[in-house]
């Protein structure tokens, strides 16, 4: 498989898991040109915006570790771009999943808003 290939299985792997534990998936791919999330959802009355992470072996450390400030940000730039887009005025949070071979980890919010603004 290549990269895209492993991304698209880690992320319907996500969705089945996400699906499990009770979310609704409203969209996948959202992109604008600010970035792309993976997956949005809904978790009760929260609006999940989730990042897909996958690893086929430690080699390179956890998926998770690969979630850094950088990309935060831009998963924060394009949510409140998918906020505007939509008129969606549900309370948002941030998750990541992590997805090591058959080993799919939930990370409920992960990182806030609030983690990734540059200190004034």
Known sequence: M????????????ACRRLREEGYRIVARNWRTRLGEIDIVARDGDVLVFVEVKSRSGPGFGGP???????KQRRIV????????????????RFDVVAVEDDDIRVLRDA?????????A
């Open 2 to 13: 290549n990269k895209a290939q492993v991304g698209a299985a880690a992320e319907s792997a």
């Open 77 to 92: 730039a394009a949510a409140g771009a998918f906020l505007a887009a939509t008129g969606c005025e549900l309370a948002a």
């Open 64 to 70: 998770e570790g690969a979630v850094d400030r950088p």
């Open 111 to 119: 990182f806030r808003v609030d983690d990734v603004r540059t200190p």
